[in-house]
């Protein structure tokens, strides 16, 4: 047993979680603007529609609806992105057990590693989808806010 190549091994996983810890911190912060966003138009549609003004209150329900989109986009990639760590986890124990115990487990090691894998990259295109959805919401934010629904104004 090679102690150095047990460390080596194990630590190659440990930077992947540091990596896709960073990601995912993206993605929290991401998720809550997000968030921000839906109390925003949550409240402004209760406030137009005690006033009574219906349109703005269709208006406000409408960005509720795609925000409300986008968060579970976005809490799917958080999802996604904590799968991938855990199985990057179990790689990295594998790799130690394998090792230690002399014992082949070497298709277990390339599945676990291989769903890490698949993991990230389905995170990936969720956060990718959430961000282009983001845009066309951002757009049809400000082509349609002509009287500050967004702030109340």
Not at 47 to 55: L, P, Q, R, T
Not at 64 to 74: A, D, M, P, W
Not at 77 to 100: C, H, N, Y
Not at 133 to 138: I, N
């Amino acid at each position: 047993m090679d102690v150095l190549n047990i460390i080596t091994q194990t630590t190659v996983p440990i930077i992947f979680i540091s990596a896709i810890g960073l990601i995912t911190l993206t993605y929290q912060n991401r998720y809550g603007r997000v968030k921000d966003s839906l109390y925003t138009f949550q409240k402004q549609k209760i406030v137009y529609n005690i006033a009574g003004e219906k349109e703005k209150a269709l208006q406000a329900d409408k960005m509720l609806t795609f925000y409300q989109k986008e968060s579970k986009l976005i809490k799917n990639s958080m999802i996604t992105a904590f799968i991938s760590i855990l199985f990057v986890t179990v790689t990295s124990f594998s790799i130690m057990v394998k090792d230690i115990a002399q014992i082949n487990i070497d298709i277990f090691l390339i599945s676990s590693f291989a769903l890490a894998i698949l993991s990230l990259v389905i995170s990936i295109i969720l956060i990718i989808i959430s961000f282009a959805r983001s845009v066309k919401t951002l757009n049809y934010e400000i082509e349609n806010d002509d009287e500050g629904i967004r702030f109340g104004l």
